[in-house]
């Protein structure tokens, strides 16, 4: 099963592969196990609400727990496909090299976990995100706040682009999707560059 896993992900480029890697890495395996599984999720909650003030018994922070559960279970679902509980790299990329050769909508789970991020990015809820609210949330994940910067400038046009919720889905599915390495999207995720 593995081996038809590896033979299917031979077809993303090497650099969308890094791109996929890199938030599986970065933004889902929390406790860097090398999988995603359900304790990554309640790592992600704790951290998610000690930074944006949520407590037990916030309505907040019960809504970020609710989403991101139902992204975990929808996520299982869709790309744990030998079914032990966790999510490996090949099932991460062969899940996200099925979504860009889907000319449909994104799955439930994936449209959540975008308008989650959204939400968390537009920490003033007004519906754009702007420069200093990427890059508070990003640097949070260990990119630079340089780095922040320069990949807002990127997927802003050097800030003539209202990054709304719109325009934000636009560039979501160009990071899941594209194989250009100058596509916008590329950047929705602080990184500017994939070694």
Not at 106 to 114: F, G, N, S, T, V
Not at 125 to 148: K, N, Q, R
Request: proline residues 3%; negative net charge.
């Amino acid at each position: 099963m593995e081996w038809a896993g590896l033979k299917k992900t031979m077809s993303i480029s090497a650099f969308r592969r890094k791109k996929l890697l890199y938030v599986f890495n970065v933004f889902f395996d929390v406790n860097q196990s090398g999988t995603i599984e359900r304790k990554d999720f309640d790592l992600a909650i704790e951290r998610i609400c000690r930074m944006r003030g949520f407590h037990p018994g916030d309505p907040k922070f019960q809504q970020t727990q609710d989403i991101l559960i139902n992204v975990w279970d929808g996520l299982r679902a869709r790309a744990d496909s030998n079914k032990d509980g966790q999510v490996s790299h090949e099932e991460w990329c062969m899940m996200w090299d099925e979504y860009a050769r889907n000319s449909g909508p994104a799955l439930e789970w994936q449209q959540r976990y975008m308008n989650f991020m959204f939400d968390l990015e537009d920490t003033s809820g007004d519906g754009c995100i702007d420069e200093e609210e990427f890059t508070t949330v990003c640097s949070s994940y260990g990119v630079s706040p340089a780095e922040c910067s320069e990949a807002f400038n990127r997927f802003s046009q050097n800030k003539t682009v209202t990054v709304d919720r719109a325009k934000f889905a636009e560039l979501w599915k160009q990071y899941f999707a594209s194989e250009d390495p100058n596509a916008a999207g590329n950047f929705i995720f602080g990184k500017v560059h994939f070694e």
